[in-house]
RNA sequence: GGGGCAGUAGCUCAGCUGGUUAGAGCAGGGGACUCAUAAUCCCUGGGUCGCGGGUUCAAGUCCUGCCUGCCCUACCA
């Protein structure tokens, strides 16, 4: 990468049909906010953009539950999970909404482009419908007897039983699972992308992609092999309209959820650029053919990712096999990289809210800190495979690891030097030991920074976590708490372990920006070093949208970043005596929480 | 049914294109120190690398079969 480069860090969408939970971080929020931050550390003009994905039937089924209008429910979800966000640190450029206008403009715009290339088909299907509402009845809120094993509460895509794929129409007594009425298959006519079009020009991108941890471009190929044309709209009255004359004002069609989802990292950085008074900036992170973009989610969100959304978006440049041309919004850059984590369990099973299997971020965040959940996620989060999260382990991580390793050396160091010294203090001549110190985090700076570069997040927080323990073995070796008759060797060897601390606190903003802010005033540092995003209510930019109003977006001025490397600390800058950074915990939690999720 | 990933010390995990006695952290045992949220530092025991075949001078690392777990298979990261 070279010297400043436009960087998208484009996050999955959260859905917006309950709170998120601390699986939905560790695999989208935390790893991308690690690589954002670090990437701006660098120098890089990076834009981290995201919001909640509002469309489809789960919302519809989670409104009529509460008593909510669709627009009410998205509306309330939206605004819970950005406020979690928001606790947790994300230093998002913009977290949106896929209910604006400007999302839907760009939606349209995209379906249009497509459209106008050929590389969207009408073909009639028969699908299921409820026969009280009209909308569509996705197979999985069908369920009946299994054709093949008899099972008689399979669902309408595949029996949990037998395992079996289904269609709907093959279950013997089908039912609704929202409301338990027959549903009716009935002839419709729906859109299609057609994906086998982008097959040879998907297979020559796969080719030139590198550093894509192997297990996502191996399913990805896979996927290229057997390709079908996708539907892309629905009978609901709830998403975008579908932009052609005869459909675009008929209340029961509108595009599918995940066709305008995916779009969302699009219409995210345009509306990110109105905002900023630049309408035109989008451009820099999608035209510029020099611009990275890199976008992270969980496995289950591999497929939109590495397949169809490289497909929308050569369809829309003319790239398919059809041909065509880019339409008004011009050639667009195809993601770098698809940083996909696995799955995070909790105490050994899958999270499930229904099964009340789940710790959201807004309770966690409410009895632990944003850091010590962060820690966790960076040091033991799902990166290459499924992670099990336990209370016993975050305890262990968080009062071993976290507490008794960093918050330790931040302590005991800056404490000396406040009671000897009351200040930085002038150092001394260097001996090799201090020079070593130094070395080691100076070294720390490539190979962590290397690392997050890579997307290694637990290998990048365990080198920092080395370099930590470098240096509270050099308070073990030098022993400065026993030079009270030579203060100015003392003096030299505390400068040098305070120089070590603030270099690691630049090392550990990516991972724990908030702690890092805390160790930056106690060594005497003023201002913002880890800047932190923040809600604005703002007004939809555009008519035509959903959004029911003013909204909350997350958003923040990063523009001010420290940069990457060592700053030597100043001399004679006050210090007080420190009051913990971290909080330990009491082994009595672990009891505490499980009890808490079995009540 | 098809596909992907994983199965390495008590626990959580590293082990890239196969090559000397398989590594780390934590937990356990012993010791040192006292600046610090009893934190820190040193030493130390512990593994038939899921199971069975095969390729090779050589396999945790490649091939094959099986077992187990997770995920995708057209709307939960």
Redesign the pocket.
Known sequence: MGRMTHVLTAL????ANGP?HI??V???GVPADVFARYMRMRGHDVLMVSGTDE????ILVQADSEGLTAAEAAAKYNRIIVEDLDALGLSYDLFTRTTTGNHYQTVQELFTTLYGNGYILQKKTLGAISPSTGR?L???YIEGTCPHCGFDSARG??CDNC???LDPTDLIDPKSRINGETPKFVEEDHFFLD?PAFADALNAWLDTRTGWR??VL??TK??LDEM????IS?D?DWGVPIPLEGWVDRPDKRL???FDAVIGYLSATIEWARRSGDPEAWKRWWQDPEAVSYY????????FHSEIWPAMLLGANGEGAGGGEPGALGKLNLPTEVVS?????MEGK????SRRVVIYVRDFLERYSPDALRYYICA?G???????FTWA?FL?RN???L???W??L????I??AA?NFGAVPEPGELEDVDRELLAATRTAFDTVGDLIGANKV??GIGEAMKAV?AA??Y???T????MKEDPKRQGTVLYTVLQAVSDLKTIMSPFLPHSSQRVHELLGGEGVFAPMPYIEEVADLDEGGATDGPYPILTGDYSDVPKWESVPLVPGTVLEKPT?????LEPSIVDEEIERLNA
């Open positions: 999955a969408w959260p859905y998120r699986g939905h560790a695999g989208f469309h489809g039937t789960p569509t996705p197979d999985r895509d595949q395992g079996r794929q994906l192997t297990n191996r399913f896979n996927l079908h044309p996708r539907p629905r609901l599918y959820v995940w992270f989610m969980g496995k289950d969100n591999i497929v984590s696995e799955f995070l369990t899958q999270f499930s809210s033991a799902p990166e290459n495979q499924d992670s099990d382990e262990r009062n071993d690891e507490v008794a390793g918050g330790n931040v302590n005991r160091s404490a000396m009671k637990r290998a323990a509270n073995k308070l073990a070796d022993a400065p708490w026993k913990p950074v971290f909080t330990k």
